[in-house]
């Protein structure tokens, strides 16, 4: 995996759970309101606006965070959606938020959104796979090897077998292939709350 790839990935690891939350209502009703968990629209604003997107113009996470045009364009819509929510949020509590006329807009762009993101992290991770596999193959027969799976050679005698590929490279590629896809199951450790807002950007009172 690339440098540029790693980036990527570590970026998405943050951004597509955020996105997923905003898309899932039971979850902000069951976790944003309760002042005893961490994670609050405050977060959410954060990883969309600052920390690892911009929401507002996220034509410039293209390749950094977002993997497609079509990503940008809907990641702006969400912005535009959130933006518009916000403006009927004089006190800017979640629960405000969540009451605005303009929220169900959030989570149906969200939605559509997320799964879009997921889609195409699959579909990267189901390539780094196939590329990862005719890598180590190509890598065996340079070493004289058999394939996994391969009929003996001719010359070989009857009590021999193929010689199936290294159990190093085999590991080294599980492990870099569970590393490319970590970002489809983890969630991002939890965070300090207070970020300053990103250059440009005016945070309405309350959040910081």
Avoid: K
Wanted: contains cysteine; aromatic residues 6%.
């Amino acid at each position: 995996m690339t440098e540029d790839s790693q980036r990527l990935a570590n970026f998405r690891v943050n951004l597509v759970p955020a996105v997923l939350a905003l898309a899932n209502p039971p979850w902000q009703q069951a976790v944003w309101l309760d002042p005893s968990t961490f994670e609050n629209l405050d977060h959410i604003f954060h990883v969309l606006f600052d920390d690892f997107c911009d929401a507002d113009q996220p034509e410039q996470y293209l390749g950094i965070s977002l993997r497609t045009d079509e990503e940008v364009t809907l990641m702006r819509q969400l912005g535009s959606a959130l933006n518009a929510a916000d403006a009927e949020a004089p006190n800017d509590t979640d629960q405000e938020y969540l009451q605005a006329t303009t929220w169900p807009e959030v989570v149906a762009v969200a939605g559509r959104l997320a799964q879009v993101m997921v889609s195409n992290d699959l579909s990267e991770l189901v390539a780094l796979h196939s590329t990862e596999s005719v890598e180590t193959a190509t890598a065996t027969e340079a070493d004289g090897q058999a394939p996994a799976g391969s009929a003996p050679d001719e010359h070989q005698n009857a009590g021999e077998t193929a010689v199936s590929p290294g159990q190093g490279a085999s590991a080294a590629t599980t492990q870099e292939c569970h590393t490319a896809g970590g970002f489809f199951c983890t969630r991002p450790e939890r965070r300090l709350a207070h970020r300053r807002p990103a250059v440009g950007r005016t945070w309405p009172s309350g959040r910081s």
